[in-house]
C-alpha cells in the first residue's frame, strides 16, 4: 500500500482548521497525514494538537530578518518531506523564496470571499460594506498577499444583528468543512495550478468550487 500523502500546516494561533484536519483523518474522510506542524509562535495552542515530534516552532523576533526566519521555516519544512503545505491560520506574511520553494502545493484558508477584504479584520469589512454575504476562501498561495487563485468557497448569509464575533462564529464550522474538502481533493492528486488558474482533475476551473450544505464541492457559478 502506497504511504498516505503527507500534509505540513502552518499555524499560528488556536488551531482549529488543523484540529479539523486530524479528525477527518481520524475518521477516515481525509487520506493523508500531518508531516509536522509549524509555527513562528511557540505558544501556540495549535502546537499541542500533536506529538511533540510533529512540531516546530521559533520567534521570528530571534532572526536577523524576515528572509532569515522563512528560510529556516522552509528548511524546517521540506525536511517533513510534505506533497502540500497548508496554512492554517498562519499570520505572517510568507516571502518569495519561501512561496517559490512550494510553489503549486500550497494552500491557505482565508476568512472571507476573495477577492473581497484581504488581509485583516474580514468580518468587520464584510458587515460595514452591508454584504448579504460572507464565507472563507481556500487559495493557493502567491507572494502578493491574499492574491492566489482560488479553488474553493463556502458562502453563508449574513443576518440582522451580525456583529464580526457571531459571524466569525458562524463561519467557523463551515471553513473547517471547506478545508478538508478541498485537501481531500488535494491529497487525492485532482487539485493543481498553472499559470494562476486553478486545475480539477487536468481542467481549468473559470470560478472557484462552492461547497454545498452536503459537504460536497461543486462548480460555482461563473457570474
Not at 25 to 36: K, M, N, P, V, Y
Not at 88 to 106: Q, S
Request: proline letters at 7%; charged letters at 20%; aromatic letters at 6%.
Amino acid at each position: 500500500m502506497a504511504p498516505a500523502p503527507r500534509i505540513a500546516v502552518l499555524v499560528s494561533g488556536r488551531g482549529s482548521n488543523l484540529q479539523a484536519l486530524l479528525e477527518a483523518i481520524a475518521e477516515g474522510r481525509l487520506d493523508a497525514e500531518i508531516a509536522g506542524v509549524f509555527s513562528d509562535r511557540p505558544d501556540a495552542a495549535a502546537l499541542a494538537r500533536v506529538p511533540p515530534g510533529l512540531r516546530w516552532s521559533a520567534n521570528a523576533r530571534g532572526f536577523p530578518d524576515r528572509a532569515a526566519f522563512d528560510a529556516a521555516l522552509a528548511d524546517a519544512v521540506a525536511a517533513s518531506a510534505p506533497d502540500w503545505v497548508f496554512c492554517a491560520g498562519y499570520m505572517r506574511i510568507l516571502g518569495e523564496a519561501f512561496v517559490r520553494r512550494f510553489e503549486g502545493r500550497l494552500l491557505n484558508v482565508h476568512p472571507s470571499l476573495l477577492p473581497r477584504y484581504k488581509g485583516l479584520h474580514t468580518h468587520a469589512r464584510a458587515l460595514e460594506a452591508g454584504d448579504a454575504e460572507h464565507g472563507a476562501s481556500v487559495h493557493f498561495v502567491v507572494p502578493e498577499l491574499d492574491a492566489g487563485a482560488v479553488a474553493a468557497q463556502v458562502r453563508i448569509p449574513v443576518v440582522a444583528g451580525d456583529t464580526p464575533d457571531t459571524l466569525a462564529a458562524r463561519l467557523l464550522p463551515q471553513e473547517h468543512r471547506l478545508v478538508t474538502a478541498v485537501m481531500a481533493l488535494a491529497v487525492a492528486g485532482r487539485l493543481a495550478e498553472r499559470d494562476g488558474q486553478v486545475l480539477l482533475d487536468g481542467q481549468t476551473l473559470f470560478s472557484p468550487l462552492r461547497l454545498d450544505s452536503s459537504g460536497v464541492l461543486a462548480p460555482g457559478s461563473h457570474g
